[in-house]
């Protein structure tokens, strides 16, 4: 049974740019929840989407926008990006909520 | 003031001893706590997961909570290089997001 699985592995952008994230929910699960870790520090909420709407949100700016589909995969987009935006970006999913599983996540350099 | 502290570590201990790793936090709503351990270049990977005050124990892994001080504790025997790792904590409001400390960097030495 395949875990979360996300894509690509590693990106590399340039300021002012936009990036689209991509995330495959493991089997079963209907909530996918993005973070975002700097390095060194611990992962810091985005947001989550359940029946794809947008059902909580961190605090992240509007630059960051996401997308869940009806097979409950989702994208996370960051627009205009700044050299700040680089991180380890991690989709977790779960049940209704609990019990996530996080993917290894993507990593973004922004140059 | 962060909403869920941890020591950054790192904590060096020699293979066999005991790993104690602590966690505070502010937020009395929290109500699930929850400890991942997150290898380099991996995702963070559920360990423990206790709902209230009180302890939890699994294998060699001890998870503590004590919500009237609003203090975690994960307890690691027989530590393994293997354990080596960074442990982060994560306490969790009822149907609503997971807050993590900062983590906690891990060494056991064989």
């Known amino acids: 049974d395949a875990g979360v699985t996300q894509s690509p592995t590693h990106l590399i952008k340039t300021r002012g740019q936009q990036v689209t994230l991509r995330c495959s929910p493991k089997?079963?699960?209907?909530?996918v929840s993005w973070y975002q870790q700097a390095l060194g520090q611990g992962p810091q909420f985005i947001f989550q989407?359940?029946?794809?709407?947008?059902?909580q949100r961190g605090n992240f700016p509007d630059r960051f926008s996401g997308h869940q589909f009806p097979n409950y995969s989702s994208e996370l987009n960051v627009n205009a990006l700044l050299l700040g935006d680089s991180a380890l970006y991690l989709c977790?999913?779960?049940?209704?909520?609990?019990?996530?599983?996080f993917g290894s996540g993507t990593r973004l350099t922004v140059v | 003031q962060k909403e869920v502290e941890q020591d950054p570590g790192p904590l060096s201990v020699p293979e066999g001893a005991i790993v104690s790793l602590n966690c505070t936090y502010s937020?009395?709503?929290?109500?699930?706590f929850m400890w991942y351990r997150q290898y380099s270049r991996k995702g963070p990977e559920l360990l423990m997961y206790?709902?209230?005050?009180g302890n939890k124990e699994d294998g060699r892994f001890t998870a503590q909570v004590d919500k009237s001080s609003k203090y975690i504790s994960l307890f690691i025997r027989d530590s393994q290089p293997s354990d080596s790792a960074t442990y982060l904590c994560a306490p969790e409001a009822a149907g609503n997001k997971l807050t993590f400390g900062g983590g906690t960097r891990v060494l056991v030495k064989p």
């Open positions: 206790t709902y209230s005050s």
């Open positions: 989407y359940y029946e794809e709407e947008e059902r």
């Open positions: 089997s079963g699960h209907d909530t």
């Open positions: 977790a999913s779960s049940v209704g909520g609990r019990g996530y599983t």
């Open positions: 937020n009395s709503a929290f109500q699930y």
